[in-house]
């Protein structure tokens, strides 16, 4: 049950374009379209974002979109707007009915 | 509106005891999923245990695997996390959630633990 890896920082400036990679293996990430992304403002609680893999839950902004090659599975959020700074964090299904998070990224919007 | 409100958490010695309880509100409770998840000062999320919506089948991180215990009492819609022999790591924020289409989309404020003698 090894934490998904996630660069511990990303950034961009308002209107670009930002990507946050999430690494796992073929137990987890590469082996389930079962990612989902979180987005946590600090003293919040998170919020989905993202779910099996590329699907947004209804009110979600549509700057907000997901992947997966093999197993990284990336969020990219285009468009950047300064609400957008926050802590981002992917998750997914483990073989062995497990859940396992990334460690986390902070996105900073320059 | 769809809620979850977590209580229970406080302080406890290494090795004692405490129950968390999640009470749901404006959803059909007994047809989902749960999740307790935590977080501890300053750190990243971390999945602790889940619950399938009859409360007959259970799965737990290991590092919580025969201390902690998840539990849901669906004619109440309350979930419980009941935590036996904690230790100083226990010590987080915890977040119980819904899951829907393996994804967990509504989250509780959190209730503090904070494990200390």
């Known amino acids: 049950q090894s934490a998904l890896t996630q660069p511990p920082s990303a950034s961009g400036s308002p209107g670009q374009s930002v990507t946050i990679s999430c690494t796992g293996t073929?137990?987890?990430?590469?082996?389930?379209?079962?990612v989902s992304w979180y987005q946590q403002h600090p003293g919040k609680a998170p919020k989905l974002i993202i779910y099996?893999?590329?699907k947004r839950p209804s009110g979600v902004p549509a700057r907000f979109s997901g992947s997966k090659s093999g197993s990284t599975a990336s969020l990219t959020v285009s468009e950047l707007q300064a609400e957008d700074e926050a802590y981002y964090y992917c998750?997914?299904?483990?073989?062995?009915?497990?859940?396992?998070f990334g460690g986390g990224t902070t996105l900073t919007v320059l | 509106e769809v809620q979850l409100l977590e209580s229970g958490g406080g302080l406890v010695q290494p090795g004692g005891s405490l129950r968390l309880s999640c009470a749901a509100s404006?959803?059909?409770?007994?047809?989902?999923?749960m999740y307790w998840v935590r977080q501890a000062p300053g750190k990243g999320l971390v999945w602790v245990a889940r619950?399938?919506?009859?409360?007959?089948?259970?799965t737990y991180a290991d590092f919580v695997k025969g201390r902690f215990t998840i539990s849901r009492d669906n004619t109440k819609n309350t979930l419980y996390l009941q935590m036996n022999n904690v230790r100083a790591e226990d010590t987080a924020q915890y977040f119980c959630?819904?899951?829907?289409?393996?994804?967990?989309?509504?989250w509780g404020q959190g209730t503090t633990v904070t494990v200390t003698s």
């Open positions: 959630a819904r899951n829907v289409a393996h994804g967990l989309d509504v």
């Open positions: 099996e893999v590329i």
């Open positions: 073929g137990t987890d990430v590469g082996a389930y379209d079962f």
């Open positions: 404006g959803f059909t409770f007994s047809q989902h999923w």
């Open positions: 998750s997914s299904f483990v073989a062995g009915d497990y859940w396992v």
């Open positions: 619950l399938n919506n009859e409360g007959t089948s259970t």
